[in-house]
Every structure is written in C-alpha cells, then in structure tokens.
C-alpha cells in the first residue's frame, strides 16, 4: 500500500527488499527525518529484532517517536523478544515455536500502542519485517505502517510462495524503471480530460506492457545483494540529480541477507560496525 503525497510528508528514505527461493535481500539508504525538519544521513534502518533468529526489519518514514529514535526502540523490543526485559517476559520468542505474523503483531503493539498513541499517534512510519517462521521452508514479507492516529493489522505483502521487488519510501525512480510509469501518470492523464476511472484503467493495461522484469525466483542469492544494491543506488542518484526535486534520500547503504541455513547476515554497512 501506498501512502498519498499528504501522508508522504514526513517520509524520507529509499527501503527495497528481493525475495527469492534461497531468501530475501533487505536494502536501505540511511537518510532519516525527524518532527523537527532535520534531516540526517547516517541512520540505522535495518534492525536484527533477534540475534539467533532470521527474522529483521527496516523503516522508511519518520526516524523516531517522542524523544526515541525508531531504531533504538527496535533494540528495545529485540530485548523483549529474547527474554532480557524482565518486565516483559511474556514477550519472549519460543525460537522452535513463532511466526512472522506473531512478531509482525508485537512489532505493532510495541510502536504504535505502547509509543506512538501516549504520543498523539502523529508518527508516519511503515516497518517491513522479513525472515522465516520457525521450522519453514521460504520466508514472508509483512508490513506494519503507522499513519497518524491509525495503523492497521499488520499485512503480508508477500507469501512463502510470492517472489520478487518491493520498494517503498521514496517510489518515483523505480516506479519509473520497473512499472515505465510514474506515479503521477493518472492525475497528469485526468489533466489532458480522461476521467479518474479511464485513468486507472490505462495504467492497469500498460503496466503489464511496459513492466520490466528484474529477477526470477532461483536467481543466486549474491545477484539478488547486487540487484537490491542497485535498486537503492538508482533511487539515490535519481533523487541527487533531480532538480525539483527534495534531497530526501541518500547516505551510505546498509544491506542485510536472510536465508534458511545461514540465518541473517550482514552484506554492507558502509564502513560502520554492524552491531553499532
């Protein structure tokens, strides 16, 4: 799901994820934006939710609630789900007996409930988690987006047997390369006299058309790294160069690897720690 511009105006940041047969591939830039205006360019936006288990998450959006940064507060609930926050123990994860969904669930009554409501509930922010429910075969894709007051059920996005790109956060450069239309393809065709329905029909009928395929499911998984690396470094550039439009995206890139038998594993940290 797609937020519209009014709901876009906190967001900043480019997040991608490749899912294939031996995993997913999770990729950020590291632009963050806070209620203040500022804008920083060295924010962690993929989080480990648990060392031995291969499930982790990543943010586009507003980079904190209150006076906590969305990343910290990811930490703070990892603590609970590996049994070392005492006044939580009921969080802790069973690592033989847990689903994506469950955590997917306490990832949104942890942010939203339990932070972002004593707080106005003014936070914009979507989490994607990615990883494998315990004993399964191939992983899942599920979101949790914060919009204001409201925030929704956790959705999957992308089934065990559901493959290939998704990217959010800033649309308009892959939305370009992947769909050959930008996201402001129906309001300019509705300007030129077609209604709003004939307009959504069009693009129904040429996506398929102009649709360029980027991956199949038994690709290698280094080539998904590399095809989600690239995904990232396009929306960067694309923002960099654009005269009109805001600097939103940009940073260093941080990439991280979810697969079956190797579990999470870090790709790229741009020179930082990856337990920083």
Known sequence: MKWDQAERKTIVTVLVSVKINDGVVMATDSASSFASGMV?????????????????????????????????LLKDLGRRFSGHDADHADWRIDAGNYDVEGIASRLRQFLFEEKAVPHGATTWTKVRICGYSAGRPLAEVWEVNMMGEHCPAPSCIQAEQEFGLRWDGEYEALDRLVFGLGTRFNEIVVRQGMSEEDAARLRESLVPELYELLFIEAMPLQDAIDLARYLVETTIGFIKFSVSRPKIVGGPIEIAAISKHEGFQWVQVSGRNPGA
């Open 40 to 72: 920083y360019n060295s924010s962690r936006k993929i989080i480990h939710l648990r060392e031995d288990l291969p499930v982790a998450a990543m943010v586009t959006g507003a980079g904190g609630i209150g006076n906590e940064s969305v990343a910290t």
